[in-house]
């Protein structure tokens, strides 16, 4: 849960950049989205975790920006430190794509790490298992939507004109 929680926390920095970035109107959307889904998800982790009297992690996104391939907190998917300086530094169209890029990556780490758990048979107890369920059900329709909005955005369709 800790683990997840730094995880999220990365998400919520990248997608936090949408509106400051020139990100298109639907990559705002889906920031949005994704901002909402993590945050409810990191205080169910942190609920989760204060119920059993572990410590939990207050991490906040702007010190994802500091390399934390040391600290123990990469888990699958994580934006690398260059990773996220790209990111930062991309504007507009550039953005958009870096973000889908970088999200669906970001996205896949985190059903990396559900399966991860489930295949421990840690997710037997009830919360886990709905915590960790909702996890790969959010992040694997988000992966579909960011995959469709990354084809539209690399092959647009043409515009047909309707001869009368």
């Known amino acids: ?27 705002q959307v889906l920031c949005a989205r994704i901002i909402n889904a993590q945050k409810d998800e990191i205080k169910l982790m942190s609920r989760w975790l204060s119920d059993r009297s ?47 890029r970088f999200m669906i990556q970001h996205h896949e780490g ?9 295949d421990r048979g840690a997710g037997e107890e009830n919360a886990i298992y709905k915590i ?9 329709t988000e992966i579909d939507r960011m995959q469709h909005m990354l084809a539209v955005k690399l092959f647009p369709v043409p515009a047909t004109t309707n001869p009368r």
Not at 82 to 91: F, S, T
Not at 110 to 118: D, E, G, Q, R, S
């Open 54 to 100: 572990e410590t939990v992690p207050h991490p906040e996104p702007e010190h994802m920006m500091h390399d934390m391939s040391g600290s123990g907190h990469m888990m699958p998917g994580m934006l690398t430190q260059d990773q996220l300086v790209q990111l930062e530094r991309a504007r507009g169209a550039e953005f958009d794509e870096l973000f889908l």
């Open 110 to 118: 985190a059903i990396t790490m559900v399966n991860a758990l489930f």
């Open 132 to 140: 960790a369920s909702s996890v790969f059900a959010d992040q694997t």
């Open 1 to 27: 849960m800790s683990g997840m929680i730094y995880h999220h926390t990365q998400a919520l920095l990248m997608a936090g950049w949408a509106t400051s970035h020139g990100a298109g109107a639907d990559i």
